[in-house]
Protein backbone atom coordinates (compact mmCIF):
# COMPACT_ATOMS: atom_id res chain seq x y z
CA UNK A 1 0.00 0.00 0.00
CA UNK A 2 1.30 3.42 -0.53
CA UNK A 3 1.22 6.27 2.17
CA UNK A 4 1.58 10.09 1.18
CA UNK A 5 1.55 12.86 3.73
CA UNK A 6 1.97 16.11 3.28
CA UNK A 7 3.31 18.92 5.45
CA UNK A 8 4.46 22.84 5.23
CA UNK A 9 0.79 24.49 5.47
CA UNK A 10 -0.26 27.37 7.02
CA UNK A 11 -1.52 30.28 7.46
CA UNK A 12 0.12 33.28 5.12
CA UNK A 13 -0.34 37.04 3.98
CA UNK A 14 -1.60 37.52 0.56
CA UNK A 15 1.23 37.89 -1.34
CA UNK A 16 3.23 35.28 1.02
CA UNK A 17 4.91 32.33 0.01
CA UNK A 18 4.80 28.50 0.95
CA UNK A 19 5.91 25.44 0.19
CA UNK A 20 4.34 22.24 0.49
CA UNK A 21 6.25 18.47 0.69
CA UNK A 22 4.34 15.42 -0.01
CA UNK A 23 6.66 12.35 1.43
CA UNK A 24 5.52 8.87 -0.42
CA UNK A 25 6.30 5.28 1.13
CA UNK A 26 5.06 1.90 0.52
CA UNK A 27 6.11 1.65 -3.63
CA UNK A 28 8.43 2.35 -5.78
CA UNK A 29 7.74 6.82 -5.70
CA UNK A 30 9.41 7.06 -9.72
CA UNK A 31 6.71 4.84 -10.94
CA UNK A 32 4.18 6.86 -10.11
CA UNK A 33 2.93 10.20 -11.97
CA UNK A 34 2.08 12.69 -8.87
CA UNK A 35 -0.38 15.71 -8.69
CA UNK A 36 -1.65 18.47 -6.29
CA UNK A 37 -5.25 19.13 -5.83
CA UNK A 38 -6.96 21.52 -3.20
CA UNK A 39 -10.65 21.72 -2.12
CA UNK A 40 -11.95 25.12 -0.57
CA UNK A 41 -15.09 24.55 1.74
CA UNK A 42 -18.30 24.27 -0.12
CA UNK A 43 -16.49 23.38 -3.31
CA UNK A 44 -15.24 20.25 -5.67
CA UNK A 45 -11.72 18.94 -5.29
CA UNK A 46 -9.89 20.95 -8.32
CA UNK A 47 -6.70 20.32 -9.79
CA UNK A 48 -3.36 22.48 -9.32
CA UNK A 49 -0.57 21.04 -10.94
CA UNK A 50 0.73 17.32 -12.24
CA UNK A 51 4.30 16.09 -12.91
CA UNK A 52 5.53 12.75 -14.72
CA UNK A 53 7.47 10.00 -13.31
CA UNK A 54 10.90 11.36 -14.14
CA UNK A 55 9.81 15.58 -13.78
CA UNK A 56 10.37 16.13 -16.88
CA UNK A 57 6.58 17.27 -17.70
CA UNK A 58 4.77 19.75 -15.62
CA UNK A 59 1.19 20.59 -15.94
CA UNK A 60 -0.65 24.00 -13.96
CA UNK A 61 -4.18 24.96 -13.82
CA UNK A 62 -4.69 28.20 -15.16
CA UNK A 63 -5.82 29.81 -11.90
CA UNK A 64 -1.81 28.80 -10.48
CA UNK A 65 0.25 29.02 -13.65
CA UNK A 66 3.52 31.10 -13.05
CA UNK A 67 2.88 31.27 -9.66
CA UNK A 68 3.33 27.46 -8.42
CA UNK A 69 5.99 25.42 -9.33
CA UNK A 70 5.53 21.79 -8.90
CA UNK A 71 8.51 19.41 -8.39
CA UNK A 72 9.68 16.22 -7.06
CA UNK A 73 12.92 14.46 -5.65
CA UNK A 74 13.10 10.85 -6.64
CA UNK A 75 15.67 10.20 -4.17
CA UNK A 76 13.94 11.27 -1.57
CA UNK A 77 10.36 9.60 -2.24
CA UNK A 78 8.98 13.43 -2.11
CA UNK A 79 6.80 15.96 -4.23
CA UNK A 80 6.48 19.91 -3.60
CA UNK A 81 4.46 22.73 -4.64
CA UNK A 82 5.94 25.85 -4.30
CA UNK A 83 3.36 28.57 -4.02
CA UNK A 84 4.30 32.54 -4.57
CA UNK A 85 1.92 35.60 -5.08
CA UNK A 86 -0.31 34.11 -2.31
CA UNK A 87 -3.99 35.23 -3.19
CA UNK A 88 -6.60 34.57 -0.64
CA UNK A 89 -8.63 32.91 -3.01
CA UNK A 90 -6.12 30.09 -3.13
CA UNK A 91 -7.06 29.40 0.85
CA UNK A 92 -8.26 25.43 0.45
CA UNK A 93 -6.99 21.84 1.85
CA UNK A 94 -4.65 20.62 -0.44
CA UNK A 95 -3.77 17.37 -1.42
CA UNK A 96 -1.04 15.60 -3.00
CA UNK A 97 -2.32 12.32 -5.15
CA UNK A 98 -0.24 9.14 -6.90
CA UNK A 99 -1.28 8.27 -10.26
CA UNK A 100 -0.12 4.40 -11.29
CA UNK A 101 -0.53 4.79 -14.54
CA UNK A 102 0.85 7.85 -15.15
CA UNK A 103 -1.93 8.91 -16.99
CA UNK A 104 -0.89 12.49 -16.51
CA UNK A 105 -4.60 13.27 -16.00
CA UNK A 106 -6.33 16.31 -14.15
CA UNK A 107 -9.02 14.55 -12.98
CA UNK A 108 -9.45 13.13 -9.06
CA UNK A 109 -10.42 9.88 -10.71
CA UNK A 110 -7.19 9.13 -12.66
CA UNK A 111 -5.08 9.05 -9.24
CA UNK A 112 -5.11 5.85 -7.07
CA UNK A 113 -3.52 6.85 -3.90
CA UNK A 114 -4.22 10.19 -1.84
CA UNK A 115 -2.75 12.04 1.18
CA UNK A 116 -4.76 13.79 4.05
CA UNK A 117 -4.38 16.80 3.18
CA UNK A 118 -2.93 20.27 4.44
CA UNK A 119 -4.67 23.18 5.18
CA UNK A 120 -3.35 26.54 3.35
CA UNK A 121 -4.87 30.13 4.46
CA UNK A 122 -4.23 33.33 2.70
CA UNK A 123 -5.44 36.13 4.28
CA UNK A 124 -6.24 39.38 3.02
Known amino acids: QVQLVESGGGLVQAGGSLRLSCAVS????????MGWFRQAPGKEREFVAR????????YYADSVKGRFTISRDNAKDTVYLQMNSLKPEDTAVYYC?????????????????WGQGTQVTVSS
Open 97 to 113: AADQAATMSRETWAYDY
Open 26 to 33: GRTFSRYA
Open 51 to 58: ISRTGSNT
